[in-house]
């Protein structure tokens, strides 16, 4: 039973290619819709958060970088952090709405229901990930780049199956619990704060810092900067990444399979 939800799981969008690429072209092109700024959002939106984090952080309080990390203007530090997390943030917030907004298709149609939570994370990360790529390529042209660079992709791809996973347990959910809409933003919050985006890992006390690895987006974040800014690569915090994505992404597919059959009776 297991092996065959997980085949199903995992060959959806294959299987199912053509209906996997309308989903996605819908979901993309909904982004812009009815929007004056369209696709300036894109980067509107970090550039303020971000203004607004680092003004706070490097001029008011003047938070101190690891020594090993140089004379990188803090801007650049938070940027590397805060835009993946942006992404995964997008994708989680939206993922509790997942289901409940396709009810009406859910219940008249017979389709793979699972390419609505891969949908609902791929767009997110498709978005995004362009003013990532624009990100680099500043970078790039300030003399950042670096072989290592080619383990980008690899990180991504690891993030984006973890967050997958956790998308489809929400999405799963909250189709029986509607309250998880307003506690996926609550966690979002605190899930920001207890991860060392904004601030360095070495304003926390030395005692709590081992704590931080059961955290996997903080060995993202640190895998993210440690790889562009230093050259390194992290094999403590790829391992987390590793197995943190292969466990969500196996764990949340098997669950969503398993339940999907009685989404249709309670939507």
Request: net charge neutral; glycine share 6%.
């Amino acid at each position: 039973m297991f092996f065959s939800l997980m085949r199903q799981w995992v060959l959806s969008p294959v299987r199912h290619f053509r209906l996997f690429h309308q989903f996605v072209r819908q979901e993309f092109s909904g982004q812009f819709a009815g929007s004056l700024g369209g696709f300036l959002w894109l980067f509107v939106t970090p550039i303020v958060n971000i203004s607004i984090y680092s003004f706070v952080f490097s001029v008011v309080f003047r938070a101190p970088l690891p020594e090993n990390f140089g004379d990188v203007s803090f801007v650049i530090f938070l940027m590397i952090g805060y835009l993946p997390w942006f992404a995964f943030a997008d994708a989680m917030g939206r993922a509790s709405g997942l289901l409940l907004e396709k009810a009406p298709l859910i219940t008249k149609v017979m389709f793979p229901v699972q390419l609505i939570p891969m949908v609902g994370t791929l767009v997110p990360y498709l978005v995004h990930g362009i003013a990532v790529f624009v990100f680099l390529v500043y970078l790039a042209t300030q003399g950042y780049f670096d072989l290592m660079w080619l383990w980008l992709p690899v990180a991504l791809g690891l993030q984006f199956l973890f967050t997958m996973g956790l998308v489809a347990i929400l999405s799963a959910f909250c189709v029986f619990l509607r309250d998880i809409q307003q506690m996926v933003t609550l966690l979002l919050t605190a899930w920001f704060f207890l991860t060392p985006i904004i601030y360095p890992l070495s304003l926390l006390p030395e005692n709590l810092r081992p704590f931080m690895m059961l955290n996997p987006m903080h060995s993202f974040v640190q895998f993210y900067r440690e790889i562009i800014l230093l050259g390194d690569f992290s094999v403590p915090h790829f391992q987390v990444m590793v197995l943190a994505s292969v466990v969500s992404f196996l764990l949340g597919g098997w669950l969503f399979m398993r339940i999907k059959h009685a989404f249709g009776d309670v939507l």
